[in-house]
Each structure stands twice: as structure tokens, then as C-alpha cells.
């Protein structure tokens, strides 16, 4: 086992670990106190979308149990919590009233963390899309970037004065590729330029985010998590290589190229541009508005080959077979190099702000015997990618932190609850929290540099 003092001891003292959770994902209370659906709710009511039919009608029941996990994420030592806001229930018809009862609930949670000395790392939409804003087409239609746009101003006008860090989106490539092109995720959508009309719609929400956080709260630095895709051609030849510049400006270049330059990457428009909506005077010039920061979440690589037949649409690229035989436990390759290989693949493409990774972490689904979580291979997952990460800030990289994905146990989406990805298990059926073998791991990392000679006072449950 590597030892996490040794391993802290690798990263500068104002580096930040913390631990990251999302609030469809945990909060349960999916009708308490004003609370409207989501397009997550009503996509796991529909049969065949979510595995077993889970839904978030009460998932960790982290809304009714908030001061106990503050409590958790202080035990374990961290620094900053990374959360997010649920638009509907601050806004949950997407536009109209406001409710005020949502927002005293992030009141609470802001304030908690401050109370326990724990950065706030908020994020304003991890993916719980108000469902009626579906009524005029959801994300394929530009008034939802105006509706993100108010929702984000009201948010950091009531919480900016104690939020450390804000991000607009978490992942554009699921909300758009993952949802609206592939139908694995709410609302399930499978069509190219419903897929195209989101994306730009999306990139234009971030951008006028960005304006309202920066009217409202100007000092709290501003950014925007991607899991941009490590992508690796299957071989060397002309071909793969190719296809994995190909790959690129579909699944990472869609959202970088208009965030970071301005504009849309060449061969994507070239190919899809004709059915892309009208990208109105200005809006380029929105979307590609200085963050403060960027983040990457990062968990395995993505392999490409040529498909030489060019079936379809652009990229034209297959999937190719995993280098590694390590898998986790909901079948993703385990490859650390691949963390390296996107960072500095991507400092290389654009001119990028510091970076966050702001989510990393593996799903094992080992359970509770005799009080203990034995998940060694978590455990070595998160040694072998820090260890990653502390490299990067050898040669440079501006990586600012680290947050594990994730906190607890959570509804992993179309998986539904059974795949595991927390540093503490939750028994669903008593919501009882068991800090894994993992956690009392990152504990000690995450300790290790305020005390270098103190262990934390965490126990296993
Ligand atoms: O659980 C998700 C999270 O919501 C977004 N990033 C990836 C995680 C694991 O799939």
C-alpha cells in the first residue's frame, strides 16, 4: 500500500484535496419543500432507461441528513467540498418563481461548511435540467441558455458572498453527446442535430453564466468542469492517428475550441456545421469569456481506430480494445498514463487557465463485513493516479487540486445503485455511512500535510 504521508508529502502545501458529490446523486427529497421534477426524475420513471427503476426519490437522503455528512466530509480531513445546486429547486418550473426554500437549504450547506472550516466548490448544473423547460425543447432550444442565465444569477446573488469557487456545467460531453446523441442519459434523446442544437445552446449558457456569476459575485473565480476524453489511437499508423484528431474535436474539441478560442473546431464544422443552429452575432465572443479556472474529471481512456468505411456521422472512429487488463468494477480500463496524456495534450492544444481535477475515483462494489469496507483496489486506484498528478505538478502543470469521486455511495445514473464509486458506503436500506478502507487512505493523504505526524480521528463507521 503507498503510504498517503509519503505520497502528500509530493504535493505543494496550498494544494487542495477535497471530495466531490452531485445533488441528483445524493440528496434524495426530490418533493420537499417546493422541489419540482427534473428531467432525471422523469427519466427514471420511463422502463428500460435506469437500471432496477431507481429513481432519487431519496438516494442517500443527504437533504434530511445534511449536518451528519458535513460532519463525514470533516472527519475525513479534506479541504473543500465540491457540490452542486439543484436548478429545480431554485427555479423549478426552469423559469418564474423563485424558491426561496431551496435556496435556505444551500443557505444551510454553504454555512455548515464554513462552520467546519471546508472550502465550498460549487457547481450550478450537474445535469437535473428543470423537466419543464422540456416543454420548449429543453437544451436543443436557446431559451434554456437565457433560463441557466437567470437561474445563475439568482444563486450567486444569494450565496456568492460565501462560495470559494463556482463552476457554470459539469461535463457538456455527457449533457450532450451521452443525452441527446447516444440516449443513455435524460432525456434519453438519439439524433444528431438535437445533439448539435444542445451543444451549442449549452456552450451559450456557460457563457452567459459566466457574465451573471461575474456581475453578482466578481470575486469568486469562475470555471467549468469537462471530462474531455484522453484519446489514444489504437496504433501509430496515419490512419489511427487520423481518426484520433477526429475524435478529438467531436468529444473534446466541442466544447474547448468554442470555450478557449472562440470558435468550432474546423473538420467538425466542415462535417456537421450545416446542422448546427444559427450561431447568432456575439455568441462566440460569450462562450470564449477568461475563466478563472478549468477542471478536469478523469477516469479511463478512450481508445480510437479508423473506421475506414465512415459509416454515419463524423468522427468515424471505432472503439478500440483497453491495453490494460484492469478493469473496475462497471468495466472502465484502469490506465494512470492516460490522466498525463490528456493533460498535456491539452495545455498543448489551448492556452488554459490553472486546472482543478475535479473528479477522479473508481467503482468497486466490495460491501460491509464486519464493519469494514476492504476496497484495496479503490485504494490503489487513487495512489496510482495522484501519484499521476504530483508528476504533472513536477513538470509544471498549473493542477491546483484534487477531488475524489466521490464522497459516498450515490445513484450512479442509468446504473442506478449498483455501481459504487464513494469512499464511504451507504446501506441504502438504513443510510447508515461506513468510511471504506479508501477513505480512511485519502484521510491520511488528506491530512498529512496540515499534521504531518497526526492521524486523523476517523473510524470505520
Ligand atoms: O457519477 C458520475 C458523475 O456524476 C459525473 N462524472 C462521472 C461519475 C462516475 O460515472
Same mark, same amino acid.
Given at each position: 500500500?503507498?503510504?498517503? @504521508? ?18 441528483? @446523486? ?58 452542486? *445546486? ?39 448544473? =450537474? ?5 419543464? +423547460? ?37 461535463? &457538456?460531453?455527457?449533457?450532450?453527446? +451521452? ?17 448539435? %442544437? ?19 459575485? &466578481? %470575486? ?5 468542469? +469537462? ?8 496504433? @501509430? ?10 475524435? %478529438? ?29 444559427? *450561431? ?5 465572443? *460569450? ?33 478500440? &480494445? ?7 468494477? *462497471? ?21 488554459? &487557465? ?30 496510482? =493516479? ?44 438504513? @443510510? ?30
Amino acid at each position: 500500500m503507498i503510504d498517503p @504521508q509519503s505520497l502528500a508529502a509530493r504535493f505543494p502545501r496550498n494544494f487542495t484535496f477535497g471530495v466531490a458529490t452531485a445533488a441528483f @446523486q445524493i440528496e434524495g427529497a426530490a418533493r420537499a419543500d417546493g422541489r419540482k421534477a427534473s428531467i432525471w426524475d422523469a427519466f427514471c420513471n420511463m422502463p428500460g432507461r435506469v437500471h432496477n427503476r431507481d429513481n432519487g426519490d431519496v438516494a442517500c437522503d443527504h437533504y434530511n441528513r445534511l449536518d451528519e455528512d458535513l460532519d463525514l466530509i470533516k472527519e475525513l480531513g479534506v479541504e473543500a467540498y465540491r457540490f452542486s *445546486i439543484a436548478w429545480p429547486r431554485i427555479v423549478p418550473d426552469g423559469t418564474g418563481p423563485i424558491n426561496e426554500a431551496g435556496l435556505d437549504f444551500y443557505d444551510r450547506l454553504v454555512d455548515g461548511c464554513k462552520a467546519r472550516g471546508i472550502k465550498t466548490f460549487a457547481t450550478l448544473y =450537474h445535469w437535473d435540467l428543470p423537466l419543464a +423547460l422540456m416543454g420548449d425543447g429543453g437544451w436543443t432550444s436557446r431559451s434554456t441558455a437565457i433560463a441557466f442565465q437567470r437561474y445563475a444569477r439568482t444563486v450567486m446573488a444569494r450565496l456568492g458572498d460565501r462560495l470559494d469557487s463556482v463552476a457554470t456545467l459539469n461535463e &457538456p460531453w455527457c449533457i450532450i453527446w +451521452l443525452s441527446h446523441l447516444y440516449g443513455i442519459h435524460a432525456p434519453g434523446e438519439k439524433n444528431m442535430e438535437a445533439a448539435l %442544437h444542445a451543444l451549442h445552446h449549452l456552450n451559450l449558457a456557460h457563457g452567459l453564466a459566466v457574465e451573471a456569476i461575474r456581475s453578482e459575485a &466578481p %470575486h469568486v473565480p469562475v470555471g467549468l468542469v +469537462l471530462n474531455a476524453a484522453s484519446v489514444i489511437p489504437e496504433t @501509430q499508423s496515419s490512419a489511427d492517428k487520423a481518426a484520433a484528431e477526429r475524435a %478529438h474535436e467531436f468529444h473534446n474539441g466541442a466544447f474547448f475550441d468554442p470555450v478557449f478560442k472562440g470558435e468550432y473546431p474546423e473538420h467538425f464544422l466542415a462535417a456537421l456545421g450545416p446542422r448546427m443552429p444559427v *450561431i447568432e452575432d456575439g455568441d462566440l465572443a *460569450i462562450i470564449n469569456a477568461k475563466l478563472d479556472w478549468w477542471g478536469l474529471n478523469y477516469y479511463t481512456p478512450m481508445r480510437v481506430a479508423d473506421d475506414a468505411e465512415k459509416p454515419g456521422d463524423f468522427p468515424w472512429t471505432k472503439a478500440a &480494445p483497453p491495453v490494460s487488463e484492469v478493469k473496475t468494477d *462497471i468495466g472502465w480500463e484502469v490506465f494512470p498514463g492516460g490522466l498525463s496524456h490528456v493533460i498535456e495534450d491539452l495545455y498543448r492544444r489551448y492556452e488554459l &487557465p490553472p486546472c482543478y481535477i475535479t473528479e477522479n475515483g473508481a467503482c468497486y462494489n466490495m460491501e460491509v463485513v464486519d464493519g469494514a469496507v476492504d476496497d484495496t483496489p479503490r485504494l490503489a486506484y487513487y495512489a496510482d =493516479h495522484l501519484s499521476v498528478v504530483a508528476d504533472l505538478i513536477g513538470k509544471n502543470y498549473p493542477i491546483k487540486g484534487y477531488f475524489a469521486w466521490s464522497l459516498m455511495d450515490n445513484f450512479e445514473w442509468a446504473e442506478g445503485y449498483r455501481m459504487r464509486f464513494g469512499l464511504v458506503h451507504v446501506d441504502y436500506a438504513t @443510510q447508515k455511512r461506513t468510511v471504506k478502507k479508501s477513505g480512511l487512505w485519502y484521510a491520511e493523504l488528506a491530512s498529512a500535510r496540515d499534521q504531518p505526524t497526526v492521524r486523523p480521528a476517523v473510524s470505520a463507521s
